[in-house]
């Protein structure tokens, strides 16, 4: 399998007053295409800033993002969030719909951010929200829709703009349990019957217990890799 | 871009209340312009029509020098040769030709300095508001007999209709006195004191016969059709008179106190709109800085999803030009409405005297297209500049910063 993401020495330090936090320190890292892996570790670990790292959320102290042989981290803002809108799709822990937007729209969006042509738009939106299950829900806004029911929206704008890869930060911690084990299964099935590559982070077991690959992260370090 | 609209009139109205509020602001500060310069526009407007309609005119035509101590010597010996070219000239409405000599006006009870005006009744009449301002008796005919006197004057000689007054003048050119009688034809009332207290009308003829210049005058006045005394037409006209010994001004230069509060009152409006816009502004720029932190979460994930930064401040701005599109609704709304309702039935402040001017007891404002037109164009520059600076602040939003701000 060929790799999207290397990371090489990556550093994301903090200055606290005198002190220097050292939330992502000298990692190291391979994802390959197609890979289901979960960044697991305690809170405060690094996981969720490791995870803005790769996706060019935040800039690192040193060292190198490379995603499909771009260095992201040399990357300017604009260029860059060209490259997020192209290749990266997220998923966030709270509910990150735009909330005047209905579903429909929200799927939408990056799309038309991206110059999709509006037949194109019309047609994945209606296939993203067949994929996530929620046919006849497109047009109800954020505040019509369950939480879980928000996450799938979420999951299908994720989709939406057909990225190299998903990163999905703690995107069950606001779900109850049934609801998120349903919306682990819709990823797990995108994972293996579309090759998309999911990232998370995460300290939910159900998402550990799915995870092909668990790469545990603790002070800021690599502490142990684990394939399943 | 339908996307953008669409984002941005659905973001205004997320909290109605506080854009209702912002929408208010900017709009009562609109309509606060309006009212404030159309009630200046009036006010200028009653105060020049004080000036040139009550007595003066637009433009007068005398002497070089009589105008600063009213020499009687210093009279227009060709005053029928201009007043042909005035009745000649298409451009000039109307003109009046007066002799004006200081003198004692004397009733059988008491004595008074005053000035004494020699006019035609017939032309006076097209000029100045004399005939108007008859509270008793009659206007001036071609009786050589006649005057007509200010209120307080008459009070002060203690006289009434029909009365003897005894004028005592100087003749031009000798100096000797000269006296002529008088019966009160005419009281009257214009409400400017310098006029109703010291002044007193007869027939031209008849002062002229008294002061000895024969057929010359000391004064026209004119009216032109063109009431813009800044039109090229009319300053053409003063400059075809202006030859020689002989001035013609128009009520710009004869007045320039008057000038001088006009200018003061177009500047204090600049003033007053100015600090009307910065509350409008600091306003706008408070309110669309709340809604920026309420959604500081959204920009994060709209700015990590690939939206850029030069897209997140258009639609900000498309936001603030949102609301300000409406707040000019709202204050033309308001502006227009006070200022038709005021247009038609006056603003009441009272009687009284500015600048040396009668003002009437209810000032009308005056609108103009400028008003609703350029006025608007401003709130909306405004607004548009005040949004600039959160618009700028939501644009340069890191987006990992603000996912973590909200969680």
């Known amino acids: 399998m060929s790799s999207v993401i290397t990371t090489k020495n990556l550093s994301r330090h903090f200055q606290d007053g005198e002190n220097i936090i050292k939330a992502v320190d000298d990692v190291s890292l391979n994802i390959e295409a197609g890979e289901f892996t979960a960044i697991i570790g305690p809170s405060g670990s690094g996981k969720s800033t490791l995870l803005n790292l790769i996706g060019g959320l935040d800039n690192p102290t040193s060292g190198a993002v490379e995603l499909s042989g771009t260095d992201i981290a040399k990357m300017s803002g604009s260029a860059l969030s060209d490259f997020r809108r192209d290749h990266i799709g997220f998923i966030f822990q709270s509910y990150n719909l735009i909330p005047v937007l209905s579903a429909e729209e929200n799927i939408e969006y990056i799309m038309l951010l991206q110059g999709v042509d509006t037949a194109t738009r019309k047609k994945r939106v209606r296939e993203m929200l067949h994929v996530v299950g929620l046919e006849g829900l497109g047009d109800r806004r954020p505040s019509h829709l369950s939480g879980g029911q928000q996450q799938r929206v979420a999951i299908a704008r994720a989709m939406a703009s057909h990225p190299d890869i998903i990163l999905a930060d703690e995107p069950t911690a606001n779900l109850d349990s049934k609801t998120g084990i349903a919306l682990l299964e819709v990823m797990k099935s995108l994972n293996e019957d579309r090759g998309m590559t999911f990232i998370f982070s995460t300290h939910d077991n159900k998402i550990m217990d799915r995870a092909r690959r668990l790469v545990h992260v603790l002070d800021g370090k690599v502490d142990q890799e684990e394939l399943k | ?407």
């Not at chain 2, 105060?47 to 433009?59: C, P, R, Y």
């Not at chain 2, 010994?245 to 710009?252: N, Q, S």
């Not at chain 2, 910065?278 to 309110?287: K, Q």
Request: aromatic residues 8%.
């Open chain 2, 1 to 407: 871009m339908m996307l953008t609209y669409k984002l941005a009139l659905r973001n205004i109205f997320r909290n109605t209340r506080r854009t209702i509020l912002t929408v208010m602001l900017i709009g009562f500060s609109l309509a606060a312009l309006i009212l404030t310069d159309a009630v200046t526009s009036g006010m200028i407007k009653v105060m020049v029509e004080s000036v040139t309609k009550t007595i003066s005119g637009e433009a007068q035509i005398h002497k070089k020098g009589f105008r600063e101590n009213l020499d009687i010597d210093l009279y227009l010996e060709n005053s029928s040769t201009i007043e042909g070219q005035l009745a000649a000239d298409d451009r000039v409405k109307a003109y009046s030709p007066r002799v004006i000599a200081a003198g004692m006006i004397s009733s059988s009870y008491n004595v008074s300095s005053g000035a004494v005006y020699g006019v035609d009744g017939e032309q006076e009449a097209t000029v100045s508001k004399l005939k108007e301002a008859i509270v008793e008796g009659e206007y001036l005919s071609d009786s050589p007999t006649e005057i007509l006197i200010g209120r307080p004057m008459a009070e002060l000689l203690e006289i009434g209709l029909g009365d003897r007054i005894v004028i005592t003048l100087a003749e031009a050119d000798t100096g000797e006195l000269s006296q002529a009688l008088f019966r009160v034809s005419g009281v009257f009332f214009f409400g400017m004191r310098e006029f109703d207290e010291n002044f007193v009308f007869v027939n031209i003829d008849k002062a002229r016969e008294v002061v000895n210049i024969g057929n010359a005058s000391h004064e026209i006045a004119l009216l032109f059709h063109d009431t813009d005394i800044a039109a090229s037409d009319t300053q053409a006209v003063l400059s075809e008179l202006n030859q020689g010994d002989i001035e013609a001004l128009d009520w710009r230069s004869l007045f320039p106190e008057i000038t001088s509060v006009l200018e003061m009152s177009g500047f204090s409006s600049v003033i007053i709109g100015s600090i009307l816009f910065l509350l409008a502004s600091l306003g706008v720029i408070n309110s669309m800085f709340m809604s920026i932190y309420e959604r500081i979460y959204e920009f994060g994930v709209a700015k990590a999803i690939g939206t850029k930064p030069r897209q997140l401040l258009q639609l900000i701005l498309l936001e603030g030009f949102l609301i300000a599109l409406i707040s000019c609704a709202f204050g033309i709304a308001v502006g227009g409405s006070l200022g038709l309702y005021y247009e038609i039935n006056g603003i009441p402040l009272g009687e009284f005297e500015f600048a040396g001017v009668a003002l009437s007891n209810a000032i009308p404002t005056v609108l103009s297209i400028n008003q609703f037109t350029h006025f608007p164009i401003y709130v909306i520059l405004l607004t548009l500049t005040a949004t600039l600076y959160p618009a700028r602040f939501a644009a340069k939003i890191v987006p990992s910063e603000a996912l973590q701000k909200s969680l």
